[in-house]
């Protein structure tokens, strides 16, 4: 590999688009996986109950899975161990499709969420590398891109499922198209060598205590999202008497949200700092929680749905970037934060569904309302990691102190 240790402004710029679209393609795979559900739960002949069961093991696989993501990007280099960690990401959306019954499912779910773990672990530690060369934020527009995949893929499974197209082989051509085009967008992305002084992390490495402290953040906001992505077309028609149509709206509309304040997020963070901006924004999903379990009528909890997604679109990025700069091993930490964020999204459905069975929907996301205060108050943990600034117009010199780059 060879090292370089000045970077143009021009290369910087290449490889944050390049490292954007790679984001872009993971969200694909996840978009493309999500609207075929139905079609490989009756393929596999799975019931409801069988199938809430094998969408545990996603998560399951990718908490198991991206502690060892840090090694991987070790031994092989950053750009290489992305480049095979995103084609074996992309490559597992043809499994579940395949699978015969429903212990075929878990485990083609479980390699699914594994490779999605380990891959989502690596474009995000490039992508802070990437920020910090830069020496402005970035994360929440490549989350963003995330998001744009994710509706991209989402767009055209639905197409294929209103065709009555075979999901095996809507998947198959899915996986290989993404996966030229994520091959080919890993050649842009930068390849960062490790500092000189830098050990081996583990072969499997827990999580450090900065990331466990980071996540609770990153906890809070994924929890809240996730609780109202699943939950808040039911709470429109079930508690508020809204038309299933607004129902099936607040939920597209709550993404859209998310989507276009994670592309414009890094304009305010750069402005006012992650702290205060995520203390703000934990304000406004505050008050969008409070509309919600408030609301006389549905237009009142729709704006408080969206209060909400505005609030927490950005925390999650900006997790990532804090705990990439919160000790030695950036992606043992991003690891860490990961595995929380996604413990947090797997729980947050059933436990709304819980609650509301035991007391109501209201009481429910009286809980999310809390949680979304969580961001007010420990907002603080991402002042310990500032990031690299670049004086205005010297990218190279941000490079020069970020270590050498292939």
Not at 69 to 96: D, K, N
Not at 137 to 152: Q, R
Not at 208 to 222: M, Q, R
Not at 271 to 287: D, E, K, N, Y
């Amino acid at each position: 590999m060879t090292a370089e240790t000045v970077l143009s402004s021009e290369r910087l710029r290449r490889a944050r688009f390049a490292v954007a679209a790679v984001f872009c393609v993971h969200g694909a795979v996840t978009g493309s996986f999500a609207t075929r559900i139905p079609w490989i739960q009756e393929h596999a002949g799975v019931s409801a109950g069988q199938l809430g069961l094998a969408l545990a093991f996603p998560a399951l696989g990718a908490s198991l899975a991206m502690p060892l993501a840090g090694r991987i990007s070790h031994r092989f280099g950053a750009r290489t161990a992305l480049r095979g960690l995103l084609a074996l990401w992309t490559l597992s959306l043809i499994l579940p499709s395949l699978a015969p019954n429903v212990w075929g499912l878990c485990a083609a779910l479980f390699v699914y969420g594994a490779t999605a773990g380990m891959s989502d672990v690596a474009m995000n530690a490039l992508g802070v590398e990437t920020e910090n060369r830069l020496g402005r934020s970035i994360m929440s527009s490549l989350h963003g891109m995330w998001s744009v995949g994710a509706l991209i893929g989402s767009a055209a499974g639905t197409v294929a499922a209103h065709l009555g197209g075979d999901a095996r082989i809507h998947h198959l051509v899915a996986a290989l198209v993404l996966t030229v085009l994520g091959l080919a967008l890993c050649q842009g992305v930068l390849d960062p060598a490790p500092a000189e002084e830098e050990e081996a992390p583990p072969r499997f490495a827990l999580p450090p205590k900065s990331a466990l402290v980071i996540g609770a953040i990153g906890f809070c906001a994924v929890f809240a999202e996730g609780a109202s992505l699943d939950w808040s077309a039911v709470y429109l028609r079930d508690e508020l008497g809204g038309s299933a149509g607004l129902a099936a709206a607040s939920t597209t509309a709550f993404a859209l949200t998310m989507a276009v304040a994670r592309l414009i997020g890094d304009r305010v963070v750069d402005r006012f700092g992650p702290v205060r901006t995520v203390r703000v924004g934990g304000l406004a999903a505050t008050l969008g929680g409070v509309l919600v379990v408030l609301a006389p009528h549905a237009a009142v909890a729709m704006a408080g749905f969206g209060l909400v997604g505005l609030g927490v679109a950005v925390v999650v990025p900006l997790a990532f970037a804090a705990a990439a700069r919160s000790g030695p091993n950036p992606s043992q930490a991003i690891a860490g934060v990961a595995t929380i964020t996604y413990t947090s999204g797997l729980i947050a459905p059933s436990a709304i569904g819980g609650i509301a069975n035991a007391t109501s929907l209201v009481f429910s996301f009286g809980l999310v309302t809390l949680l979304a205060f969580g961001l007010v108050v420990g907002a603080g943990v991402l002042r310990s990691a500032p990031r690299p600034t670049a004086p205005a117009g010297s990218a190279p010199q941000a490079a020069k102190s970020a270590g050498p780059v292939g």
